[in-house]
């Protein structure tokens, strides 16, 4: 069974940072990229990151571009999302998919598996 487990969501002030995992287990071999996305209250869901679990390669997109870092730790098969400089409309569930890297495009449709999401709380 595949499992995407989220952790380190919570509150955080204009302007912090904050932190979160991303713990997978039972990933099929079909799958070679892992991702985070974001959904606001009242919009439309959003990717943010995604790292290729072959190479390592990275692709951010413009949401939050300068402000994220995915990295992973595959020995302990966890992808981490930074995030920096954190601001009230960064409030959103974020969740972690795993599915198809790509260097160009992180696509929902193509993520195959989806981790229930973490609530981050960003004050004002």
């Known amino acids: 069974e595949v499992q995407l487990v989220e952790s380190g969501g919570g509150l955080a002030q204009t302007g912090g940072s904050l932190t979160l995992s991303c713990a997978a287990s039972?990933?099929?071999?079909?799958?070679?990229?892992t991702g985070w996305f974001r959904q606001a209250p009242g919009k439309e869901r959003e990717g943010v990151a995604c790292i290729s679990i072959e190479d390592g390669s990275t692709y951010y997109t413009e949401s939050m571009k300068g402000r994220v870092s995915i990295y992973s730790d595959n020995a302990k098969n966890t992808v981490f999302l930074q995030m920096s400089n954190l601001q009230p409309e960064d409030t959103a569930v974020y969740s972690c998919?795993?599915?198809?890297?790509?260097?160009?495009?992180?696509?929902?449709?193509?993520?195959?598996?989806w981790g229930k999401g973490a609530l981050v709380t960003v004050s004002s």
């Open positions: 998919a795993a599915g198809e890297y790509s260097d160009y495009a992180l696509r929902a449709y193509a993520m195959y598996y």
């Open positions: 039972g990933l099929t071999n079909d799958v070679d990229g």
